[in-house]
């Protein structure tokens, strides 16, 4: 990943990733039958050597120190109050990355052209191509965070999206406006959706290891085993 920075407290970087064939199969709930899945792996494989070419990843990110954390309000030094059940993900964080990455809007686009073309199953399988990788973006954003901000003693939290885990999707409003991502080329519509559709913005939490590790996150008793913010936690 190449870092470039803009101020003090904000950095932009270009990520390199890898899309795990399985990642986009299982994405596709794709059968265990051996003879579709040989079929379904072929594809995959063909269609990320095309993706590669078009695929993007970026990340914005800034660290601020929290000054007020409750269970519905996380207020971080100099940004507007963000609202949501904030303290069952962030409880023992000191600082907080705000963070929006993305892979760009051309694989949404070749995935387009392919449903217009009446080739429906390349078409979703572009687009879960697209989503797994923008998951492996907000991957190498959290290493990137443990690796660079957090000191010996701390840990990262799994990341807290709006749109999951009771986050409203309207927070994107408030996250974007902490981080500029225009930079990275991402705008947020009147929906509250970004685009390109293929980002994530979201907060990871830093603090101490091992204060981290005794709280815990949600997803250690929810049964939402597809979750995007599942297993991305540094400790």
């Excluded at 993900?89 to 051309?106: E, H, I, Q, Y």
């Excluded at 078409?123 to 010996?152: C, K, Q």
């Excluded at 701390?154 to 927070?171: H, I, N, R």
Aim: contains cysteine; hydrophobic residues 40%; proline residues 6%.
């Amino acid at each position: 990943m190449v870092p470039t920075e803009m101020k003090p407290d904000t950095r932009v970087l270009e990520f390199n990733i890898e899309v795990s064939v399985d990642d986009v199969l299982r994405l596709l709930h794709c059968p265990d039958d051996k003879v579709i899945r040989e079929e379904a792996q072929t594809l995959v494989d063909c269609l990320l050597t095309e993706a590669e070419s078009v695929l993007q990843p970026r990340g914005i990110y800034t660290v601020r120190p929290v000054d007020r954390m409750t269970d519905t309000e996380l207020t971080l030094d100099g940004c507007p109050t963000i609202h949501g059940p904030i303290a069952a993900f962030l409880k023992p964080a000191t600082r907080v990355a705000v963070f929006v990455v993305t892979v760009g809007d051309a694989i949404t686009r070749l995935a387009d052209e392919r449903l217009a073309a009446g080739r429906k199953l390349e078409g979703r399988t572009l687009s879960a191509i697209g989503s797994v990788a923008v998951d492996a973006a907000a991957d190498a954003m959290a290493e990137t965070i443990f690796w660079n901000e957090a000191s010996a003693e701390e840990a990262v939290t799994a990341p807290f999206s709006p749109g999951y885990c009771g986050l409203p999707l309207d927070e994107q409003e408030t996250l974007l406006s902490i981080v500029d991502a225009s930079v990275i080329g991402v705008t947020l519509l009147p929906s509250m959706v970004m685009e390109p559709a293929k980002s994530i913005s979201g907060l990871f939490g830093i603090g101490d290891g091992a204060a981290v590790l005794e709280h815990g996150v949600p997803c250690q008793w929810c049964n939402v085993r597809e979750c995007k913010s599942r297993g991305r936690g540094r400790t």
